[in-house]
């Protein structure tokens, strides 16, 4: 079990033929996602990676009764790219493009609204089923099946407490990037409950960072759940140099720029194990489940 | 992406937002000769630097004749201008906008804004004479014409003439229009003031553009020039050319990381063991190696660094041998005299040492991040003792 995706998740790659997305998807190939289509338009017919490619994500659903896209697409037309998928249905939508503008963001999150879609990133290092499937640009050599799932804001640190988390005798049940951008597809409070409904995920591990509420709105689900799994967070940025402030708009407006120290108060106040240093981020979660 | 206040100003006016006449100046005899061909009797001298705040230290003066006028502008033209959104050490005022006073009957406060939580763009509006927290938020639906928001109802909070009303929602649909059109994560109108007329007035403007939209707005991109040339640091902004995010700061230990929650985590922990960061560094998965290279040499450039961190951890997109060979490359161009300090996981992190050894670079290399950051604050302590 997982959550988002496992081995028999039918995967299509919207901008498979691109440069990029060739080396990437090869890799996911190789380590046992179950691509079924790509879909770049002008280049219906023809195959690529041993896929059919489709003109359209409709098309390619249709066709191979694919449920998850991975979207490779540059950043003028990601957004048109997560619509599309959107308007097809596809359930889990993961978007691995970095600087596509917050004003497309808001586009696709109306969009979003009301749909059946699931959308990770963009700006996503992508979901990772470690011995499963992968749809993303991550690292494995360091991931191993196990217990813990980990949601992040960001991909360097996902790589580091993945690779934490198996040196302590854990692993991973899923992965899940958030992405790095102001408005961006789930957050840390959906993954938290999606790895609290996931019976194979016995500990949960969130890494966040200064900016933005995504920790406050986490640790606000947690305290109301009260939940039995232990959650383990670190948050980075704590002496990050102090960032210009222009006007009065962001205070206005509530969680524009939330301190590493607010928001690491505010999980512990919901029962949220706080990691002391980066470095034990996997021995604090050890010591949580095993003792 | 900051942009001036007459740049806003002009960019806002062509969605249909009133603006006081003006004209920038470059010195004090250009801020004179505008307000004689502008012919005001009397006018506004306004340091255009990227922070709020500026009335209430000086920023803004008022001048009553032409002479009083370039007056002024030579008081703010080469000094900085110190408010609470500058840092201590103040922004340096190059230009001032000399503007038409305008009387006016009430100020108002109206912004369009990123709600990163909910994922819309957002109008804020207030009272200026109510406090702070009287704000009203109205989120607004981004659509084929541009944007859609209950423009009316914001209107009518501030208990206008019925035709005011009407007029102040149009205002405020535009200003929304400019946010939308042009890619910004801000629009801040403080104040939008009711003349004696009855027209609603931007009297200042701040707007920040969306770096990542850059592309589809080739007319900000020269905006940009201006901006941030004066502004920005150059060493960064030439760093962000090579795909590096990179910071100066007031430390000894230059530090090397590849992603920003890496880098943030490399501050906090170099914090903790007791060091001090030289400066800020994300290596973008974007990088190549000799822009790994070029960010490098900055470091080993700087005389104050006593010891350089390289914390990597290779993922999917930026490899470590990436990283060591870029550093390889630069210390062959220039020798590296403070000590390095490196910490290698992930994806090639043998093959990264590897290189290190086949470029004869001499590195201490750890096993975890804390002992690296502990060893470099050692070797960085003993280099300054």
């Given at each position: 079990m997982a959550v988002l995706a496992n081995r028999d998740t039918r995967v299509i790659c919207q901008g498979l033929t691109g440069r990029a997305a060739t080396y990437h998807v090869g890799r996911m190939i190789a380590y046992g996602t179950r691509l079924v289509a790509g879909v770049t338009p002008g280049r219906g017919g023809q195959r690529h990676l041993d896929v059919p490619v489709f003109d359209t994500v409709a098309e390619a659903a249709a066709e191979t009764g694919a449920t998850a896209s991975l979207v490779f697409v540059p950043p003028a037309n990601a957004a048109d790219a997560m619509i599309e998928a959107i308007d097809a249905g596809i359930e889990l939508v993961v978007c691995v493009t970095e600087r596509v503008p917050v004003m497309d963001m808001i586009r696709v999150r109306q969009k979003l609204a009301g749909s059946r879609t699931r959308l990770v990133g963009p700006n996503s290092q992508g979901v990772l089923v470690p011995g499963e499937t992968q749809l993303g640009v991550m690292a494995t050599i360091n991931a191993r099946r196990g217990p813990v799932g980990i949601a992040s804001r960001s991909a360097s640190l996902t790589s580091e407490v993945v690779a934490q988390t198996t040196a302590a005798g854990l692993g991973q049940s899923t992965t899940i990037?958030?992405?790095?951008?102001p408005v961006h597809g789930i957050g840390l409070a959906e993954s938290v409950r999606l790895f609290l409904d996931d019976p194979a995920t016995e500990g949960i591990i969130l890494i966040g960072e200064i900016g933005g509420n995504d920790e406050e709105e986490a640790a606000a689900l947690i305290k109301r759940l009260a939940p039995d799994k232990p959650i383990v967070a670190l948050v980075v940025g704590r002496h990050a140099p102090a960032q210009q402030r222009m006007g009065h708009a962001g205070a206005l407006v509530a969680g524009q720029a939330g301190s590493a120290e607010a928001k690491m108060e505010a999980l512990r106040e919901a029962g949220v194990l706080i990691a002391p240093r980066a470095d034990l981020v996997g021995m604090t979660m050890r010591q949580a489940l095993v003792g | 992406m900051n942009l001036h206040e007459f740049q806003a100003k002009e960019l806002l006016a062509q969605f249909g937002v009133p603006i006081p006449r003006g004209r920038i100046a470059a010195s004090p005899a250009e801020a004179a000769s505008v307000a004689r061909r502008l012919g005001f009797a009397q006018c506004v001298v306004k340091a255009q630097v990227n922070a709020g705040d500026r009335a209430a230290n000086g920023g803004i003066r008022f001048a009553s004749s032409v002479d009083e006028a370039g007056r002024m502008a030579a008081e703010l033209i080469g000094s900085p201008l110190v408010t609470a959104q500058t840092g201590p050490a103040g922004k340096l005022v190059r230009w001032v906008y000399v503007e038409e006073a305008v009387a006016f009957k009430r100020e108002l406060y109206v912004a369009v804004v990123v709600d990163r939580t909910a994922g819309a763009l957002v109008l804020v509006t207030r009272d200026r004479d109510a406090g702070p927290d009287a704000g009203m938020t109205t989120r607004l639906e981004l659509s084929e014409a541009g944007v859609r928001g209950d423009f009316e109802k914001a209107a009518a909070a501030f208990r206008l003439e019925p035709s005011l009303t009407s007029l102040l929602a149009k205002r405020m649909s535009q200003i929304a229009q400019a946010a939308v059109a042009l890619d910004a994560m801000l629009v801040e109108i403080s104040p939008l003031v009711l003349t004696h007329s009855g027209e609603f007035i931007a009297l200042d403007a701040k707007m920040s553009a969306d770096h990542n939209a850059l592309f589809r707005h080739p007319d900000l991109i020269g905006l940009r020039e201006v901006s941030e040339a004066e502004d920005g640091d150059p060493i960064a902004l030439a760093a962000d050319l090579h795909q590096i995010n990179y910071m100066r700061l007031d430390g000894d230990i230059g530090l090397v990381v590849n992603g920003a929650g890496l880098a943030l985590a490399t501050l906090d922990l170099l914090h903790a063991a007791g060091g001090r960061p030289a400066n800020f560094m994300d290596i973008r998965t974007t990088a190549s190696t000799l822009d790994i290279a070029y960010a490098f040499e900055l470091i080993a450039a700087n005389p104050r660094v006593g010891a350089v961190l390289v914390n990597v951890h290779g993922g999917g997109m930026q490899r470590c041998d990436t990283i060591a060979d870029g550093i390889g490359i630069a210390v062959r161009r220039r020798a590296c005299p403070a000590p390095i300090v490196v910490r290698l996981a992930g994806n090639n992190a043998e093959f990264a040492a590897s290189r290190f050894r086949s470029y004869g670079v001499p590195v201490i290399e750890t096993a975890d991040m804390w002992e690296a950051a502990n060893t470099a604050v050692q070797l960085a302590t003993r280099k300054a003792a």
């Open positions: 990037g958030v992405g790095g951008d | -």
